[in-house]
């Protein structure tokens, strides 16, 4: 093949550390000592510093959920909840199975969000109230929860008697927080805490998880599709499709143990059919709030679509489905997005068997279509040769394919 032929159109630079968010994941503990779960709260950066916007830490909480987590806790979850995370149902983005959600002391128990959370609970959730008081106020969200956290910083001993009788014999456990010393932990065991969390047993530990480079136009038109009755569900396919980020995302949430299926959905389409477009809709809202606080990379972006694109325009030639190509040529790229080996990323990932060996790196057609993108991009010639016998193409028909790539991805960046 002649290099002057197919120029190398993409120069991409990754950047050395990608855009990173912080979370901050604190032990909460049995009377035992044992490990029962988390409170996991967002961080500005890597230290002890809190954000500010309780809204902004939400949504980032549960984006950081709904996406890869390596070293996921073990035990439950506990999540601050802002009132608009509650009404809305962003939280339902959350597995029920091992979510908690901590309704903050200054959201007001109003029918709205009282009407929200009976339907959470409908669906699996667990409430903890935070830092509550003996409030009459308060009293209509005990119903709901299933823990009741008390600040032992800021109540004194009448404060929690109120609290307990408030509770009456309902089947709550009561969670004492910011225990400090030993006479606090003796307090709470005798007032009849049975969970404990404070800086007596550990700090808060900072995890900093890469994100993905996001595609903002794409999310806005997703949006748009979103919010036209009825939708659109081939558009939305497309626009799902034309960000690996969205791919991923789309798949995780199709395939959590919130739906609790018995088989694995491995394609996009099948996903968005079973998680309907209101979960998606929720899913992307999350995704945009986020969004102008990580970084685009557009050489990225680009290569993934043209490698996206020009997989798919193989699987005529080589007998697969075309929509299985695009997706392998979308998340070949996930390894550098997440600055992850792909050996863990393929664990979490739910595609079929055929695409993870292509992605794992095992010979097969599939990996074959993968290669000779690759090659393209490097401009790495003989290998091309080799691969070009293997599909059965020629170097005029694989060209004109990767150039019509090439100038479909920059339209759609540039559209």
């Not at 630079?13 to 901050?24: K, N, Y």
């Not at 044992?34 to 230290?47: A, I, K, N, P, V």
């Not at 902004?56 to 996921?72: F, G, H, N, Q």
């Not at 030639?317 to 997005?337: R, T």
Request: net charge negative.
């Amino acid at each position: 093949m002649d290099p002057a032929v197919v120029e190398n159109p993409i120069a991409v630079v990754v950047p050395a550390t990608a855009p990173m968010r912080f979370v901050g994941r604190q032990p909460i503990v049995d009377r035992k000592g044992d490990l029962f779960g988390y409170e996991l709260l967002f961080r500005t950066q890597q230290s002890d510093t809190f954000l500010s916007d309780p809204e902004e830490a939400t949504r980032e909480i549960v984006d950081y959920c709904s996406m890869l987590i390596p070293d996921r806790p073990q035990g439950l979850a506990f999540v601050n909840c802002t009132r608009t995370a509650l009404v809305e149902s962003i939280v339902t983005l959350l597995p029920s199975s091992n979510t908690v959600l901590e309704i903050l002391e200054n959201i007001e128990p109003d029918p709205d969000l009282i009407e929200s959370c009976l339907a959470l609970r409908q669906q699996g959730y667990r409430f903890a109230l935070d830092d509550f008081s003996p409030l009459p106020s308060r009293a209509p969200l005990i119903p709901l929860a299933d823990f009741i956290k008390i600040d032992f910083r800021t109540s004194d001993a009448r404060a929690r008697r109120e609290i307990y009788s408030m509770a009456g014999g309902a089947p709550i456990q009561f969670l004492a927080e910011k225990i400090e010393t030993y006479e606090e932990m003796r307090i709470a065991l005798s007032e009849g805490c049975s969970l404990f969390q404070g800086y007596f047993f550990a700090r808060p530990v900072t995890v900093a998880s890469p994100t993905l480079p996001r595609n903002h136009l794409v999310y806005l038109r997703l949006l748009a599709a979103l919010g036209r009755r009825p939708a659109d569900l081939r558009e939305i396919e497309r626009l799902v499709m034309s960000d690996a980020s969205l791919c991923y995302r789309v798949l995780r949430l199709a395939n959590s143990a919130l739906y609790g299926l018995f088989n694995e959905v491995t394609s996009v389409r099948g996903a968005l059919l079973l998680v309907g477009d209101d979960a998606v809709r929720r899913m992307v809202s999350v995704a945009v709030a986020g969004a102008l606080a990580g970084s685009r990379s557009t050489p990225l972006l680009s290569m993934a679509l043209v490698r996206a694109r020009f997989c798919e325009s193989l699987a005529p030639h080589i007998s697969a489905q075309p929509s299985e190509l695009y997706l392998l040529g979308m998340l070949s790229l996930l390894e550098l997005l997440l600055e992850t080996p792909m050996d863990r990323i393929l664990e979490a990932l739910p595609i079929g068997p055929e695409m993870k060996a292509a992605l794992s790196g095992q010979p097969g057609i599939l990996r074959s279509a993968l290669d000779l993108a690759r090659c393209l991009e490097s401009c790495e010639w003989g290998r091309c040769q080799d691969l070009l016998q293997f599909v059965g193409l020629t170097e005029g028909s694989v060209t004109a394919l990767y150039l019509e790539s090439v100038r479909w991805a920059s339209t759609e960046l540039s559209s």
